[in-house]
């Protein structure tokens, strides 16, 4: 019997060890992504500054004396920092810290990569402070820093003497990184090569993956082989134009817009919870469209797909994994052709213009046509295929406004749906409630009244695709920053020491919204014309703790009172 239970406790310790590697695993690829994103806000910002022709630069360390005003922006390499002084416009530290004495005066931001900032009493800064923790790899070129590209995706190459990683330029002869993790496709990869070339009038990049999926069962066959293939050519360096082609037989989200890609597969890989609808698309598109730098893009994109609807698999869970997955819904199935207009606007890193800065707008209308076979849901009829031409819109925009130092309130509006012609297909219907929309209602579930979350459609039955032609949704928060410098043992001493961001913010916030049908949908969810009644859409309130990589959070419904309050974990920020 000993020995039984030594091998059982065996058993189970190496189950726990193979489960927390999993994770670890997950974590490292599907986190990539978002990582880079948060990355890249910060050092945009520092190497504009630091490239910027008035910019005083200087390499090692700098002591700014109590005495001393330095005039303009100042960008600091390898630093120490240390300021008593007055700095009238940006300091920039890059793989240094910043150590701000007291009666220091900083007239605009303080920006940090690779590094940590240590602010004493009675020091005035007039912008933001903005940290970023990893260090920031680079060349010199022309007295001008170019960033390097050097991500935490797992990269093997087998490039030989033609490998090339430095700038922006690089050749991945074999290169993987995760896509998704979700009940569909368990963890999804992509494996291939990708090229990138900037030149003296643009940039050529070039992708060749398959995808491939894990879930069982693993065959040869599209349920576990896929491909995505990117060409883009861009035409100016700064500004200018973008064409692009691709063709591609991918599994996607419904609807993405809730939730980031590292959330939803985590959640759905630790905690046996699919947060998200998919469906098949095989087929091509191409693009054409201008650019005004990395802030604003503006795209005409053509293209014909084919539709399919894949079946929920049971792919491996580190919790809950002897219950049953939310079943994938039935979606229309056939061939259709679309046409959009997709305009993409990112000032958030606009440190210098109050007013043209803080944007985040993610619009686009789409045209499609073809013919599908669409969903009959409980009628055990086959469904016949029909002629389909319908006009769709989606907008998500987003304004982050600097009330005073490490105080902001930002606000969100997400608007779209049906704006003419026949039914939206299953695959462009949209849905609201849960993690991402309005926090204090559970995902896809109104117990208690009428569904305005799905209009109808899965909150009432497992496996019930959502089927609301329109939504609405407003979103506000206030956000004030504190210091976490009371955690570290070294804050009096090795404040030199390269370290992590110690500070974190306390968040409020309130979301309100809801779906309805135009062209069908019972009492309380069908309105033709306009918004439905503000009466009628659904609100929740809450607070928590953002520590940058990881906010706790907790929401309450104020709609129906009856609703439990949610505890919700999101990884970077709400939005």
């Not at 700014?64 to 330095?70: G, N, Q």
């Not at 240590?118 to 260090?135: H, N, Y």
């Not at 009432?460 to 609301?468: F, Q, V, Y």
Request: overall charge positive.
């Amino acid at each position: 019997m000993m020995r039984f239970g030594t091998q059982m406790r065996l058993l189970t310790m190496r189950l726990f060890m193979t489960r927390a590697l999993m994770t670890l695993s997950l974590v490292a690829l599907g986190a990539a992504p978002l990582a880079a994103q948060q990355r890249s806000s910060v050092m945009s910002a520092a190497v504009s500054t630091y490239n910027a022709p008035g910019t005083m630069r200087v390499s090692g360390a700098l002591d700014v004396t109590a005495d001393r005003e330095i005039g303009g922006d100042v960008a600091v390499l390898n630093g120490p920092v240390s300021v008593a002084g007055r700095i009238t416009g940006t300091l920039v530290a890059i793989n240094a810290d910043v150590r701000l004495l007291s009666g220091a005066v900083i007239g605009e931001h303080v920006i940090v990569v690779g590094g940590t900032v240590t602010r004493e009493d009675g020091v005035s800064v007039g912008g933001e402070i903005r940290t970023q923790a990893e260090l920031l790899f680079y060349t010199i070129e022309n007295d001008r820093i170019v960033p390097e590209e050097r991500g935490v995706d797992w990269r093997p190459h087998w490039g030989g003497p033609d490998f090339e990683d430095r700038g922006e330029s690089y050749t991945d002869l074999f290169f993987v990184a995760a896509r998704s993790y979700n009940r569909v496709e368990g963890l999804s990869a992509s494996v291939g090569p990708r090229i990138r070339r900037p030149t003296n009038w643009g940039r050529v990049q070039v992708s060749a993956f398959g995808v491939v999926r894990t879930a069982e069962p693993v065959r040869w066959d599209r349920g576990t082989i896929g491909h995505d293939i990117n060409a883009d050519l861009r035409l100016g360096v700064t500004n200018g134009l973008t064409l692009g082609a691709r063709a591609f037989d991918v599994i996607d989200p419904v609807e993405s817009w809730q939730l980031r890609h590292t959330e939803a597969g985590l959640a759905s890989f630790v905690l046996h919870r699919d947060l998200r609808d998919w469906y098949g698309r095989h087929g091509w598109e191409a693009s054409l469209g201008g650019r005004l730098g990395d802030e604003v893009s503006l795209s005409f994109v053509g293209g014909s797909e084919r539709w399919h609807s894949p079946r929920a698999r049971d792919p491996f869970t580190l919790f809950r994994g002897d219950q049953p997955w939310r079943a994938n819904p039935n979606l229309d199935l056939g061939k259709v052709d679309l046409t959009s207009i997709r305009l993409a606007v990112d000032t958030r890193q606009r440190v210098r213009s109050p007013w043209l800065g803080g944007w985040f707008i993610d619009a686009n209308i789409e045209r499609g046509r073809g013919t599908i076979a669409r969903d009959p849901g409980f009628l055990t009829v086959v469904p016949v295929p029909e002629e389909v031409n319908y006009t769709r819109g989606f907008i998500d925009a987003r304004r982050y406004t600097r009330l005073s130092h490490g105080t902001s309130v930002n606000g969100r509006i997400v608007a779209g749906g049906w704006l003419g012609g026949d039914q939206l297909p299953l695959q462009r219907r949209l849905s609201v409630g849960g993690p991402g929309s309005v926090e204090g209602h559970d995902f896809r579930r109104s117990p208690y009244d009428t569904d305005v979350f799905t209009c109808g459609g899965i909150a009432l039955t497992s496996g019930r695709a959502t089927l609301c032609d329109r939504i609405a949704l407003a979103q506000l928060e206030l956000r004030q920053e504190f210091n976490l410098d009371w955690l570290r043992s070294d804050r009096h001493d090795d404040w030199w020491r390269i370290g992590l961001n110690t500070r974190g913010a306390w968040v409020v916030f309130a979301d309100a919204g809801r779906g309805w049908g135009v062209q069908s949908g019972g009492p309380g969810i069908r309105e033709e014309r306009g918004l439905p009644p503000l009466s009628s859409f659904r609100t929740s309130i809450g607070g928590g703790l953002d520590f940058g990589a990881i906010g706790v959070y907790l929401a309450k419904s104020t709609s129906t009172g009856r609703e439990p309050m949610n505890v919700i974990v999101r990884l970077g920020r709400r939005f």
